[in-house]
Nanobody, 118 residues
Framework: VQLVESGGGLVQPGGSLRLSCATSGFTFSMYIMSWFRQAPGKERELVATIISAGGSTNYADSVKGRFTISRDNAKNTMYMQMNNLKPEDTAVYYC????????????WGQGTQVTVSS
């Protein structure tokens, strides 16, 4: 099983980034996919979740209206478009996969750093 995040980097406040999470080794379409983030000295927090392609999504209040989560089941890949980035969005972003048939089966990526700074 592999989950590989990419797309992080340094961006100025108000800028945009698009994160990707490429996966392999499991049946992607059967998994609930999420983005989490962890800032220095803080606990890991849930940012956004997508149940299935074109299906239900949920967002943390802090990112609603700015971030958009999506997935392409044909490519086994999840994305997150992040617009109007703020310094408080600075964190390591992780993708997470949870089996819809067995919530105890979880997989994590290694994370990608997002830094929002002028």
């Amino acid at each position: 099983v592999q989950l590989v995040e990419s797309g992080g980097g340094l961006v100025q406040p108000g800028g945009s980034l698009r994160l990707s999470c490429a996966t392999s080794g499991f049946t992607f379409s059967m998994y609930i996919m999420s983005w989490f983030r962890q800032a220095p000295g803080k606990e890991r927090e849930l940012v956004a979740t997508i149940i299935s392609a074109g299906g239900s999504t949920n967002y943390a209040d802090s990112v609603k209206g700015r971030f958009t989560i999506s997935r392409d089941n044909a490519k086994n890949t999840m994305y997150m478009q992040m617009n109007n980035l703020k310094p408080e969005d600075t964190a390591v972003y992780y993708c997470n996969a949870k089996d819809r048939r067995n919530f105890g089966r979880l997989y994590w990526g290694q994370g990608t750093q997002v830094t929002v700074s002028s």
